[in-house]
């Protein structure tokens, strides 16, 4: 008896484990010229994938610093400009997804991949 309760703990303790949230893992995309990861410049991006398919720019909400409050409209465009972001969607061929790199300042923050574009 005391074995099968030994056992039943364990099992539990292991299916607890397993429901853990694991750490984020930052992205990657596999290109041609090699691999790009968050924190490569956009001069990286073109030279190891080329030119992407389609691109946008969009102006990203600022936060008021150590916060998560967007600064209100009146004075987001007149005192606080507006952060640039460039989207940058590759297609990667059959049977891959589609990867969309997001570009801020010059520098890769994310990647995304997806069956379609959001």
């Known amino acids: 008896m005391k074995e099968t309760a030994v056992r ?23 290109c041609p010229g090699g ?4 924190g490569d410049t956009r001069l990286s991006v073109i030279y190891k ?42 297609e990667r061929g059959p049977g891959n997804l589609v990867a969309t790199v997001f570009v801020r300042s010059g520098v890769v923050q994310t990647i995304v991949y997806g069956r379609e574009p959001r």
């Open 35 to 38: 691999i790009v990861a968050e």
């Open 49 to 90: 994938c080329g030119q992407p398919l389609f691109a946008d720019t969009f102006c990203a909400p600022v936060y008021y610093p150590g916060t998560i409050q967007v600064v209100p409209e009146p004075f987001a465009s007149s005192v606080v400009p507006c952060q640039l972001v460039e989207e940058w969607l590759y």
């Open 8 to 30: 039943l703990l364990g099992l539990f303790c292991v299916v607890a484990l397993a429901g853990l949230p694991r750490p984020a893992s930052a992205e990657s995309l596999r």
